[in-house]
């Protein structure tokens, strides 16, 4: 009896620590929004700013490297804080805003407008020097890539 109620403690102190360490691996307390994208669109238009959006996956290890890095940086969460609505959405478990918003790599983070069009796309990994960057330029609208297709595809319509 006395070493099964041992055993139970140690499990119990396992399974503790390594929640523990599970929970360091996510990204910050605060930084992302619990909102359906409807209501962060809502709020992006009556607040004038941009909705952020971190599509990733749970086995993704740029996803975890961004949780550990760019998530946890100061100019990052100012930024994000400051001029978006920022939401996390596990692209596992919402095939259809994957779909809608043709979701095929991971990390995929997006930058929508109010109306929820695609503003910016970035792919992969940026640690947060390049993730701010990469981000003032979408939000200034500077020419990327990606919104010369866009616009090249708006034209064509």
């Known amino acids: 009896m006395v070493h099964s109620q041992r055993m139970f403690s140690a499990t119990v102190l396992c399974l503790a620590f390594l929640g523990v360490l599970r929970a360091g691996d996510a990204a910050p307390e605060g930084l992302f929004h619990d909102l359906s994208l409807e209501t962060a669109l809502v709020q992006a ?7 952020f959006i971190d599509f990733y996956t749970t086995r993704c290890g740029a996803c975890q490297k961004l949780d550990e890095n ?18 996390r959405i596990n692209a596992g478990a919402d095939a259809s805003l994957r779909k809608k918003y ?23 990994y940026l640690p947060p020097e ?7 330029g979408a939000m200034a609208e500077k020419n990327s890539p990606f919104q010369a297709q866009e616009m090249i595809t708006e034209a064509k319509k």
């Open 45 to 51: 238009a009556a607040q004038n700013r941009l909705v």
């Open 70 to 87: 760019t998530w946890r940086d100061k100019k990052v969460i100012g930024l994000l804080k400051e001029k978006t609505i920022p939401l």
């Open 102 to 124: 043709a979701i095929q790599a991971y990390p995929t983070l997006l930058l929508l407008r109010p109306d929820g069009s695609v503003q910016e796309r970035l792919l992969g």
């Open 130 to 136: 390049q993730f701010v960057e990469s981000m003032q």
